[in-house]
């Protein structure tokens, strides 16, 4: 029993005649107010990387939104340059068309009574024809005055204007005076759509009376349909014709786009916007003009100095970096982050271009600060 207790109290005092653990070890060495200092040890459990800041361009995406737009070119109202009765038609919003394909047939007496004044007018000017080439015989064998001759040749031409005018307003309504005669008079006319295109609006029905200035349909031409953007004065610089882009819609964001700039508009509007025109790649018969879609503009900066996104910590709403001013000494500096994009952060104001910075670990190095500041 005496043995044990001898071997017991070696034991104790050589615990106490230890040397205790230099408690500084692991905790950093306060240099200034915004500097710490690592040792190498520390900095390996930490994980802690430097490197040097990397001069590149960087691009960045823009998000705008917008709607689909069709251009004036492909967009036809319908309407009836006399006027007219509404007797048939089969339109409804969303169907398709071909160009020549009849979308409607019209009745009115007006047509009858254009094609009734058109054939009278032809009746007489074959006359007034006769009776000029007539009159220019005589004339030449002084049988017949030159003012009769005149009042003929005036007569003459008056009715040809008025009947090439009444061509054209039958040419109008889709009438061939060609093909007109006694037996062919309609009291109706047929309206057949001008392109290839889908309905887009139907404002008319059956026994209506339209009035010329009165659109009955819409028609869209979905071939080179558009997306207009709405950019921000401050990112149009960024923009150029023929940049690409991706657009998608509001419900769909994994289904995208391809489009390609055509157009910037240089107004701005009342909330210092503009338009940006943009054609689509490929055309989805899904898109529908007046429809809202997003876009993800990849937008480039020039070159300048960028540091991974790790390098840049958060600390009471300002950003900072960790600059090596030593072997193991660091300094806390504030800096304007730019454009973040790829694993990169662009540093405006860089604090030394040829220094090295702390890539991996910076926030090891800021809670160091924090907790030696609370001691």
Do not use: W
Not at 176 to 192: A, F, K, Q
């Amino acid at each position: 029993m005496k043995t044990y207790l001898v071997i017991l109290l070696s034991i104790l005092l050589a615990a106490c005649g230890r040397k205790p653990a230099d408690a500084t070890q692991n905790a950093p060495v306060e240099a200034s107010n915004n500097t710490v200092q690592l040792s190498e040890q520390q900095q390996k459990n930490a994980g802690i990387v430097t490197e040097n800041a990397r001069q590149k361009s960087i691009s960045s995406v823009l998000k705008v939104s917008g709607r689909i737009d069709v251009p004036p070119q492909n967009m036809i109202s319908i309407s009836v340059p006399l006027g007219g009765y509404l007797r048939s038609t089969k339109l409804l919003p969303g169907m398709q068309v071909r160009k020549g394909e009849v979308i409607a047939v019209m009745e009115d007496q007006q047509y009858i009574q254009l094609q009734q004044d058109y054939l009278t007018g032809m009746a007489k000017l074959s006359f007034l024809e006769n009776d000029y080439a007539r009159q220019k015989e005589l004339n030449a064998g002084k049988a017949s005055s030159d003012k009769l001759l005149q009042q003929t040749e005036a007569d003459y031409k008056s009715q040809k204007i008025l009947v090439k005018s009444m061509q054209e307003r039958l040419k109008l309504i889709g009438i061939d005076p060609s093909h007109l005669d006694e037996n062919t008079l309609s009291r109706s006319i047929v309206i057949t759509a001008p392109i290839d295109a889908f309905v887009s609006k139907v404002n008319v029905n059956i026994g209506k009376y339209v009035v010329p200035s009165e659109v009955m349909f819409e028609l869209v031409n979905p071939s080179d349909i558009h997306l207009a953007l709405t950019v921000f004065e401050k990112d149009l610089s960024k923009l150029h014709i023929g940049q690409k882009l991706e657009a998608y819609t509001n419900y769909d964001e994994k289904t995208r786009y391809a489009c390609e700039i055509i157009l910037i508009s240089q107004n701005l509007d009342a909330d210092r916007s503009a338009d940006v025109h943009c054609h689509f790649e490929k055309y989805d018969k899904t898109l529908i003009p007046g429809m809202y879609m997003n876009a993800d503009i990849q937008v480039r900066t020039d070159s300048g100095y960028v540091l991974p996104d790790e390098a840049v910590v958060l600390f009471k709403g300002k950003n900072y970096v960790f600059m090596q001013t030593a072997k193991n000494e660091f300094k806390m500096e504030e800096v304007r982050p730019g454009i973040s994009a790829n694993g990169y952060t662009e540093i405006t104001a860089l604090p030394d271009r040829t220094a090295r910075y702390i890539t991996k670990g910076a926030y090891t190095a800021l809670m160091s600060l924090k907790n030696r500041a609370e001691d």
